[in-house]
C-alpha cells in the first residue's frame, strides 16, 4: 500500500498549515482529492474541501471525505481548547494585576502615612523646610512619581517629582493627614503618588503570552491531530478501501494488519472483519468459478457426446442394414428367431442367414471388441462370407471358416505383414439341408446347442476363434459336425454375451453361464422361438438385477417347422 | 523387482504381483477398455522377473469372475513366458480359482490347463 504517499503526505500538510499561519480553515489538510486519485477513487464525489463552501464541513463531518475527518476533529475541538487556554491565561493575568494593584495601594498608602507622622509637629509648617528630607526619602521609591505637602489651609508648601497630570489609570494616589496627635485637627496633607505602569506592562504580557500560548498550542495540536490520525486512521482506512477497491473488482486482496504504523483497534478489529469476509467472499466465488467451469465442461461433454451418440446412431442404421432379413430362411422349413443386441448400438456381434441352392445358412459371429471397432470386423467378415459363398461357391461349414480365417487375417494385415493388432472372430456355422434334414456345423470358438427333449448338446467345434494373427507351426483345425434334426428338436447359436451376464450379490455373484441360459431356455420348448428369445431377453434382465451388461449378445435360435399335414 | 499393487476398479481385476515370494494375483473381473494397456506392463514385469535366474516357485493365482475376450488373451500372454519358464526348470503352479457352480470360469480354467504341459494348472474350487 502506499505508506510512500502517507509520508510525503505528511510533510506536505504540515507546511500548509504552518504556510497558512494556522488560521482555522488553512490549518486543515485539503487534499483529499489527491488521496482519491491515488486510490483510483475518482468516481467517488468528493467535495473538494481546498475551496471550502458553505456546508463542506458538514458533509466532511458526515464522512464523505476522509481527509475531512482530521479537520473536523480540529474544528470541533479546538475552538474550545483555545478559549479554555485563553481564558483561563486571561483570568490569571486579571487576578495577577488586581493583586499587585491592591499591594501598591497599600504601600502608597503606608509610605504617606509614615512620611505624614514623621512630619506631623505643631508649627510645622511654619518651616516646611525641616521636613525635606523626610520627603526626599519617599523619592526611593523606584514607582514614585510625584509627592505634594499642603498646610490645613490647603496651601501647598512643597512638591517633590513630576506633577503634571499622567493619565489616572498609570497613577496610584494616597493621602495622608498629617495629625499630631490623636483627636486633634489635621495639620496638613501629604498626597503621594506611584506608578502602576511596571503593572500594566506585565499584564500585558501576560496578556500576549496567553494568545502565544494558545497559538502555539493549536499548531501543535494541529500538527499531532493530523499526524496521529492519518498515521492509524487514514492510512489503514485507505488500505481498507484500496482492498475494498480490489475486492470490487474480485481481486481477493486482504488488508495488510501490520503495516508501518498500527490502526486504531477499531480499524483493526474492522480490517480483520474485511479479511474473513474477503476470504469468504473468495471461496465462494472460486466455487462459483468451479461451478461455472464445470458447468461449461458437462456442457461440451454433453455436446461431444449428442454429437457421439448421434454418428453412432447412425452406425447403427449402416450396420442393421448389412444384417438379413429374419424371414430369410422361411423357404428352407425353418422356424427362425433371433435376439441381437450390441452393447453400444453398434458392436462385434454378427449374423448372417441366407437360403441358397435349397440350402440354408446359418452363421454367428463374435469379433474381438465392440461398439464402433468391432463393428468394423463385421463388415470385414460380412464382405468376406459373401465372396465366399458367392464367388468362391463354398458350402461346406468348415472348409469356409478355414477360407474366413485367411481372409479376414489378410484383410487385417496380421499375416506378418507387421500389423500390431491382434484381431479376430469367434464365429459358429450351419449348414442347413432340408432335404436331408441334417445340419452341418462348424465352430470356431462358438458352440452349437441343441436341446431335444430333456436333453441338452453342446457341440463345442474348435477351442479358438479364427482371423487371428498365428504362431509358426500353428495350424487352425475345424471339423464338420453332422446332426439329423428331428422335430421337436431347437438348435442354439449364441455368442459369449448371451451367457455371461454377471448377477447375484456377495458369495453367489457369479456368470451366468451356459448352463444357466440353457436352463431358462429349455424350460420354454413349447412356446414359439421368437417367443422363447423374448423370454430369454427378459430372463436375463432379470438375472442381472442393475448390473451393466458386459458384451454384445446375439443369439440365433432355430428349429424345423412343424410338418404340414398335406406333404 | 518391486512389487507391482493395483486396486480393483469395476472395469480392471486386484492386481498384486510380489515377486520377491514368488506370488503373483489377479482377482475381481477385467474386461477394460483397453487390455492391451492394462495388461501390457504387467507381462513386461513378469517377462523381466523370469529373466532373471531364481530357484524361487512361482504361484500364480488366477480368481476372475468374469474376463472379456481379449483379456483372454492377455491372460494367455502371461501364462505363456510362464510354462517357458517351467519348461526350464522353475517351478510354476496356476492355481485357476472358481466359484463352485461356475462353468463358464471352470470350463475356461479347462481350456487354459490344455496348453499347460510343464507348469501345473490347479482347478480350484471354491465353496460358494
Same mark, same amino acid.
Given at each position: 500500500m502506499?505508506?510512500?504517499a502517507?509520508t510525503?503526505?505528511?510533510?506536505?500538510?504540515?507546511?500548509?498549515?504552518?504556510?497558512?499561519?494556522?488560521?482555522?480553515?488553512?490549518a486543515?489538510?485539503?487534499?483529499?482529492s489527491?488521496?482519491?486519485?491515488?486510490?483510483e477513487?475518482?468516481?467517488?464525489?468528493?467535495?473538494?474541501?481546498g475551496?471550502m463552501?458553505?456546508?463542506a464541513?458538514?458533509?466532511?463531518?458526515?464522512?464523505?471525505?476522509?481527509?475531512?475527518?482530521?479537520?473536523?476533529?480540529? %474544528?470541533?475541538?479546538?475552538?474550545?481548547?483555545?478559549?479554555?487556554?485563553?481564558?483561563?491565561?486571561?483570568?490569571?493575568?486579571?487576578?495577577?494585576?488586581?493583586?499587585?494593584?491592591?499591594?501598591?495601594?497599600?504601600?502608597?498608602?503606608?509610605?504617606?502615612?509614615?512620611?505624614?507622622?514623621?512630619i506631623?509637629?505643631?508649627?510645622?509648617?511654619?518651616?516646611?523646610?525641616?521636613?525635606?528630607r523626610?520627603?526626599?526619602?519617599?523619592? %526611593?521609591?523606584?514607582?514614585f512619581?510625584?509627592a505634594?505637602?499642603?498646610?490645613?489651609?490647603?496651601?501647598?508648601?512643597?512638591? %517633590?517629582?513630576?506633577?503634571?497630570?499622567?493619565?489616572?489609570?498609570?497613577?496610584?494616589?494616597?493621602?495622608?493627614?498629617?495629625?499630631?496627635?490623636?483627636?486633634?485637627?489635621?495639620?496638613? !496633607?501629604?498626597?503621594?503618588?506611584?506608578?502602576?505602569?511596571?503593572?500594566?506592562?506585565?499584564?500585558?504580557?501576560?496578556?500576549?503570552?496567553?494568545?502565544?500560548?494558545?497559538?502555539?498550542?493549536?499548531?501543535?495540536?494541529?500538527?499531532?491531530?493530523? &499526524?496521529n490520525v492519518?498515521?492509524?486512521?487514514l492510512?489503514?482506512?485507505?488500505?481498507?478501501?484500496?482492498?475494498?477497491?480490489?475486492?470490487?473488482h474480485k481481486?481477493?486482496?486482504a488488508?495488510?494488519?501490520?503495516?508501518?504504523?498500527?490502526?486504531?483497534?477499531?480499524?483493526d478489529?474492522?480490517?480483520?472483519?474485511?479479511?474473513?469476509?474477503?476470504?469468504?467472499?473468495?471461496?465462494?466465488?472460486?466455487?462459483?468459478?468451479?461451478?461455472?467451469?464445470?458447468?461449461?465442461?458437462?456442457?461440451?461433454l454433453?455436446?461431444?457426446?449428442?454429437?457421439?451418440?448421434?454418428?453412432?446412431?447412425?452406425?447403427?442404421?449402416?450396420?442393421?442394414?448389412?444384417?438379413?432379413?429374419?424371414?430369410?430362411?422361411?423357404?428352407?422349413g425353418?422356424?427362425?428367431?433371433?435376439?441381437?443386441?450390441?452393447l453400444?448400438?453398434?458392436?462385434?456381434?454378427?449374423?448372417?442367414?441366407?437360403?441358397?441352392?435349397?440350402?440354408?445358412?446359418?452363421?454367428?459371429?463374435?469379433?474381438?471388441?465392440?461398439?464402433?471397432?468391432?463393428?468394423?470386423?463385421?463388415?470385414?467378415v460380412?464382405?468376406?462370407?459373401?465372396?465366399?459363398?458367392?464367388?468362391?461357391g463354398?458350402?461346406?461349414? &468348415?472348409?469356409?471358416?478355414?477360407?474366413?480365417?485367411?481372409?479376414?487375417?489378410?484383410?487385417?494385415?496380421?499375416?506378418?505383414?507387421?500389423?500390431?493388432?491382434?484381431?479376430?472372430?469367434?464365429?459358429?456355422?450351419?449348414?442347413?439341408?432340408?432335404?436331408?434334414?441334417?445340419?452341418?456345423f462348424?465352430?470356431?470358438?462358438?458352440?452349437?446347442?441343441?436341446?431335444?427333449?430333456?436333453?441338452?448338446?453342446?457341440?463345442?467345434?474348435?477351442?479358438?476363434?479364427?482371423?487371428?494373427?498365428?504362431?509358426t507351426?500353428?495350424?487352425?483345425?475345424?471339423?464338420?459336425?453332422?446332426?439329423?434334426?428331428?422335430?421337436?428338436?431347437?438348435?442354439y447359436?449364441?455368442?459369449?454375451?448371451?451367457?455371461?451376464?454377471?448377477?447375484?450379490a456377495?458369495?453367489? !455373484?457369479?456368470?451366468l453361464?451356459?448352463?444357466?441360459?440353457?436352463?431358462?431356455?429349455?424350460?420354454?420348448?413349447?412356446?414359439?422361438?421368437?417367443?422363447?428369445?423374448?423370454i430369454?431377453?427378459?430372463?436375463?434382465?432379470?438375472?442381472?438385477?442393475?448390473?451393466?451388461?458386459?458384451?454384445?449378445?446375439?443369439?440365433v435360435?432355430?428349429?424345423?417347422? &412343424?410338418?404340414?399335414?398335406?406333404m | 523387482?518391486?512389487?507391482?499393487?493395483?486396486?480393483?476398479?469395476?472395469?480392471?481385476?486386484?492386481?498384486?504381483?510380489?515377486?520377491?515370494?514368488?506370488?503373483?494375483?489377479?482377482?475381481?473381473?477385467?474386461?477394460?477398455?483397453?487390455a492391451?494397456?492394462?495388461?501390457?506392463?504387467?507381462?513386461?514385469?513378469?517377462?523381466?522377473?523370469?529373466?532373471?535366474?531364481?530357484?524361487?516357485?512361482?504361484?500364480?493365482?488366477?480368481?476372475?469372475?468374469?474376463?472379456n475376450?481379449?483379456?483372454?488373451?492377455?491372460?494367455?500372454?502371461?501364462?505363456?513366458?510362464?510354462?517357458?519358464?517351467?519348461?526350464?526348470?522353475?517351478?510354476?503352479?496356476?492355481?485357476?480359482?472358481?466359484?463352485?457352480g461356475?462353468e463358464?470360469?471352470?470350463?475356461?480354467?479347462?481350456?487354459?490347463?490344455?496348453?499347460?504341459?510343464?507348469?501345473?494348472?490347479?482347478?480350484?474350487r471354491?465353496?460358494?
Amino acid at each position: 500500500m502506499t505508506d510512500e504517499a502517507i509520508t510525503e503526505a505528511l510533510p506536505a500538510s504540515g507546511a500548509s498549515a504552518s504556510k497558512r499561519g494556522g488560521s482555522l480553515r488553512g490549518a486543515g489538510p485539503r487534499r483529499s482529492s489527491d488521496f482519491m486519485s491515488a486510490a483510483e477513487f475518482l468516481d467517488v464525489t468528493s467535495n473538494d474541501p481546498g475551496t471550502m463552501r458553505p456546508g463542506a464541513l458538514r458533509g466532511s463531518a458526515q464522512g464523505r471525505d476522509l481527509d475531512s475527518l482530521a479537520h473536523t476533529l480540529f %474544528l470541533r475541538i479546538y475552538p474550545v481548547i483555545a478559549v479554555v487556554v485563553l481564558v483561563t491565561q486571561i483570568g490569571i493575568a486579571w487576578v495577577n494585576y488586581r493583586d499587585q494593584l491592591h499591594l501598591y495601594t497599600e504601600r502608597a498608602d503606608l509610605m504617606a502615612a509614615i512620611t505624614a507622622s514623621s512630619i506631623a509637629r505643631p508649627e510645622w509648617s511654619a518651616s516646611p523646610q525641616v521636613y525635606h528630607r523626610q520627603m526626599e526619602a519617599l523619592t %526611593l521609591d523606584p514607582a514614585f512619581r510625584s509627592a505634594t505637602l499642603r498646610d490645613a489651609n490647603g496651601t501647598v508648601l512643597m512638591t %517633590l517629582g513630576e506633577t503634571r497630570r499622567a493619565r489616572s489609570f498609570e497613577l496610584i494616589s494616597a493621602q495622608a493627614d498629617l495629625v499630631a496627635a490623636p483627636g486633634t485637627a489635621p495639620l496638613g !496633607r501629604l498626597t503621594l503618588s506611584i506608578s502602576a505602569e511596571d503593572l500594566r506592562s506585565n499584564a500585558e504580557k501576560q496578556g500576549i503570552l496567553a494568545v502565544v500560548t494558545s497559538l502555539i498550542l493549536m499548531l501543535a495540536f494541529v500538527l499531532t491531530l493530523h &499526524a496521529n490520525v492519518r498515521r492509524h486512521v487514514l492510512a489503514p482506512l485507505k488500505r481498507l478501501l484500496l482492498a475494498m477497491r480490489e475486492v470490487e473488482h474480485k481481486r481477493w486482496v486482504a488488508v495488510e494488519l501490520d503495516g508501518a504504523f498500527r490502526a486504531s483497534n477499531e480499524i483493526d478489529v474492522i480490517s480483520q472483519a474485511f479479511n474473513r469476509m474477503v476470504d469468504g467472499l473468495r471461496s465462494g466465488d472460486e466455487a462459483k468459478q468451479l461451478l461455472q467451469q464445470l458447468e461449461q465442461a458437462h456442457r461440451k461433454l454433453a455436446d461431444a457426446n449428442h454429437l457421439v451418440m448421434e454418428s453412432i446412431g447412425y452406425a447403427r442404421r449402416i450396420q442393421s442394414s448389412v444384417l438379413p432379413d429374419r424371414k430369410a430362411l422361411d423357404g428352407t422349413g425353418l422356424e427362425v428367431a433371433v435376439l441381437w443386441e450390441p452393447l453400444h448400438l453398434v458392436g462385434g456381434d454378427y449374423f448372417w442367414l441366407e437360403e441358397i441352392d435349397g440350402l440354408g445358412i446359418l452363421l454367428v459371429a463374435d469379433c474381438t471388441g465392440h461398439g464402433v471397432p468391432g463393428a468394423f470386423l463385421t463388415l470385414i467378415v460380412a464382405t468376406a462370407l459373401d465372396r465366399l459363398i458367392h464367388e468362391r461357391g463354398l458350402r461346406d461349414p &468348415a472348409a469356409i471358416l478355414v477360407a474366413l480365417d485367411g481372409m479376414v487375417r489378410t484383410q487385417l494385415r496380421q499375416d506378418g505383414r507387421g500389423s500390431e493388432s491382434d484381431d479376430g472372430l469367434d464365429c459358429g456355422l450351419c449348414i442347413w439341408d432340408p432335404e436331408a434334414a441334417e445340419i452341418r456345423f462348424a465352430g470356431a470358438g462358438t458352440a452349437l446347442t441343441t436341446i431335444d427333449g430333456a436333453a441338452v448338446t453342446r457341440i463345442r467345434g474348435a477351442k479358438r476363434g479364427i482371423g487371428y494373427p498365428r504362431r509358426t507351426g500353428e495350424h487352425i483345425a475345424i471339423e464338420e459336425s453332422r446332426l439329423r434334426v428331428t422335430p421337436g428338436m431347437t438348435l442354439y447359436l449364441m455368442t459369449d454375451g448371451i451367457t455371461d451376464q454377471m448377477g447375484g450379490a456377495g458369495p453367489t !455373484r457369479r456368470l451366468l453361464g451356459h448352463r444357466g441360459v440353457m436352463d431358462i431356455l429349455a424350460s420354454h420348448q413349447q412356446a414359439p422361438l421368437s417367443e422363447q428369445v423374448a423370454i430369454l431377453d427378459t430372463s436375463l434382465a432379470a438375472y442381472r438385477a442393475g448390473e451393466g451388461r458386459r458384451d454384445d449378445m446375439t443369439l440365433v435360435a432355430f428349429r424345423p417347422k &412343424a410338418m404340414p399335414r398335406a406333404m | 523387482m518391486d512389487r507391482i499393487q493395483i486396486s480393483a476398479t469395476d472395469r480392471s481385476p486386484q492386481v498384486d504381483f510380489d515377486f520377491a515370494a514368488g506370488h503373483l494375483s489377479l482377482r475381481g473381473e477385467s474386461y477394460p477398455e483397453d487390455a492391451a494397456a492394462f495388461f501390457g506392463p504387467l507381462l513386461q514385469a513378469l517377462r523381466a522377473y523370469l529373466a532373471i535366474a531364481s530357484e524361487t516357485p512361482i504361484v500364480f493365482e488366477v480368481r476372475l469372475a468374469y474376463f472379456n475376450s481379449s483379456s483372454a488373451k492377455a491372460l494367455m500372454n502371461l501364462f505363456m513366458p510362464l510354462e517357458d519358464a517351467a519348461e526350464e526348470g522353475r517351478r510354476v503352479t496356476v492355481e485357476w480359482r472358481f466359484l463352485d457352480g461356475d462353468e463358464t470360469i471352470e470350463e475356461a480354467g479347462e481350456d487354459f490347463a490344455a496348453d499347460f504341459s510343464h507348469a501345473r494348472f490347479e482347478l480350484v474350487r471354491e465353496a460358494a
